[in-house]
Nanobody, 112 residues
């Protein structure tokens, strides 16, 4: 099975930046799609961004331009700039290769 280790969450003021990382390891036979979803308190989980092994990206509504996803083999990165309080959420890494594997989640809090 695949294991995911996330890092990089934390507290930042509005307008600030954070970079999340997600490293996949374990039984990886073929490269999967990697990405992040997020879930704010009281809201449904939503897509943030995904990237496949060829570098093709997909972003959730209105996030492209502030958020950039990248990848180096089986580690994905999410650069988040111009953060807003509405970006406060738990960010979950996901790895998709035949089945979905979710990370444990990392808290991102944007507040003054």
């Amino acid at each position: 099975q695949v294991q995911l280790v996330e890092s990089g969450g934390g507290f930042v003021q509005p307008g600030g930046s954070l970079r999340l990382s997600c490293a996949a390891s374990g039984k990886i036979f073929t490269p999967g799609v990697m990405g992040w979803h997020r879930q704010a308190s009281g809201k449904q989980r939503e897509l943030v961004a995904t990237i496949d092994s060829g570098g093709t990206t997909n972003y959730g509504n209105a996030l492209k331009g502030r958020f950039t996803i990248s990848r180096d083999k089986n580690t994905a990165y999410l650069q988040m700039n111009s953060l807003e309080p509405e970006d406060t959420a738990v960010y979950y890494c996901v790895y998709a290769a035949g089945k979905l594997t979710w990370g444990q989640g990392t808290q991102v809090t944007v507040s003054s």
